[in-house]
């Protein structure tokens, strides 16, 4: 067995696995919330890593029994069985073991967490806010398919359609993980609604992606928070203009304000008020993270650097490139309309290429 040499960190991962299985049952660990949340997510890592380990593990000992057989067995069919079986787990092993080694590498802690989306028109006056509308609508048909579940928590409408700003916070299952991918800024390429002689224009939007901070993330001080309270604007009935709901939040110590105004409920505004300015605090520092893995990472694949053109949306030629990895894809509409899965896997699969040849595993 000296050639697989995985197997070799088997025994370590599943003593750390069983360590951890018995901690989280723990009332100490239980009781420091910040520490058990840790440790949940660090079990099902390990679990995962395990179970792949246990797969790849009965893959070679079926190679080892298939040796054996073939050495002291005489019956025909026994032999060929045992063939068939050594064929079969040779061919599978080099797939388990990539995946094995993907699993070994760190993951990033923020990618379970569910996250803040900020979409603004760039240049291009008129077109930009009908082009942030149309991401938008691209990212809310994404989490649809996705089954996430997506709130807006504050809108700036544009002049001619689309918005000048919207903000919503996206729930579900590893929603960083995979939203991470979109920060940046989206260009489009078309014949605006306004133009009247038919020229192409470019026009842009950013996006950024935050990862959402839980309430034990970050420390807010009640004394380091100035609350305003004003009238909505906008869609929303017989409150609107009448009633002071909407929530505008200013953290004195770093100059961050963040507003909502998407419910009727002020107690509701402050409290997804209060998960937006937590969200915020707590990027500044996150970014700094991928300040790191910018200077390391020749592609910047998930570096969220705000400022990085990382896709492009071609209509006369019905076009989609993605910048970071040089992907050209012929299916403008359907990406438009939610469809960008296939991007963000091939950007999700250069990305643990790299973090492969880092780890050196």
């Known amino acids: ?23 989280i049952t723990d009332p100490e660990v239980i009781n420091d919330m910040k520490r058990y949340v840790k440790l949940n997510q660090e079990y099902k890592n390990l679990e995962k890593l395990v179970t792949v380990f246990k ?46 080694k993907l699993l070994l590498v ?13 979409i603004r028109a760039g240049t291009g006056g008129d077109e930009a806010s009908i082009f942030a509308g149309d991401l938008f609508r691209m990212y809310t048909k994404f989490c649809e398919k996705k089954g996430w579940r997506m709130e807006i928590s504050n809108v700036n409408e ?55 901070a839980e309430e034990f993330d970050i420390e807010l001080k009640e004394s380091d928070i100035r609350k305003d ?15 002071y709901s909407a929530i505008r939040l ?24 209060m998960i937006e300015l ?18 390391k990472r020749k592609t910047m694949v998930s570096t969220g650097d705000r400022s990085a053109k990382i896709r492009t949306y071609n209509y006369p030629q019905g076009r989609v490139t993605d910048h970071r990895i040089n992907l050209t894809l012929y299916n403008l509409q359907a990406i ?20 492969l040849k880092e780890a050196e595993i």
């Open 229 to 243: 309270t004003y009238c909505s604007s906008g869609p929303g009935g017989q409150s609107v203009n009448t009633t």
């Open 278 to 295: 937590r969200s915020r605090i707590y990027a500044m520092e996150h970014q700094k993270y991928l300040d790191e893995i910018s200077s």
């Open 106 to 118: 760190p993951a990033d802690p923020e990618d379970s967490k569910n996250c803040i989306l900020e």
């Open 250 to 273: 200013t953290h004195i110590p770093t100059g961050i304000v963040v507003t909502c105004q998407d419910q009727k409920s002020q107690l509701k505004n402050l409290a997804k008020a």
């Open 158 to 212: 544009g002049t001619s359609g689309g918005y000048k700003e919207i903000v919503a916070s996206i729930s579900g299952e590893n929603v960083y993980g995979v939203m991470k991918y979109e920060s940046g800024v989206h260009r489009v390429q078309r014949v605006p609604q306004t133009e009247t002689q038919g020229r192409v224009h470019t026009s842009a939007a950013t996006v950024a992606i935050l990862p959402e």
């Open 55 to 100: 797969e790849y593990k009965n893959m070679v000992d079926s190679i080892e029994s298939g040796k054996e057989i073939l050495e002291e067995e005489t019956d025909a069919e026994l032999l060929e069985m045992a063939k068939e079986e050594i064929e079969l787990a040779e061919t599978q092993i080099p797939e388990k073991e990539q995946e094995i």
């Open 336 to 355: 438009v309309n939610g469809d960008i899965d296939e991007i963000i896997e091939k950007l999700m699969i250069e990305e643990n290429a790299e973090k």
């Open 1 to 23: 067995m000296a050639q697989y040499e995985l197997l070799n960190k088997f025994e370590s991962i599943k003593h750390r696995f069983e360590e951890v299985e018995q901690l």
